[in-house]
């Protein structure tokens, strides 16, 4: 259950500070291949991260 919780709020976490990642990829472009798959398996790990921690409970008033 404790290994549970801590990856729920993990993915929590990281789904809601990653945009802030995609900042400086669209400031600098995205002029190259590299620079668009970085961009997009941004955008990946953002969408798991939303999937694993929907269920977070510290995001909830109580």
Do not use: K, N, Q
């Amino acid at each position: 259950m404790h290994v549970s919780h801590s990856v729920t709020a993990a993915g929590f976490w990281l789904g809601t500070l990653l945009p802030v990642a995609y900042l400086p990829i669209i400031v600098g472009g995205i002029d190259s291949i590299s620079r668009l798959s970085l961009f997009l398996g941004l955008l990946v790990v953002h969408a798991l991260a939303l999937v694993v921690g929907h269920d977070y409970s510290g995001s909830r008033p109580r």
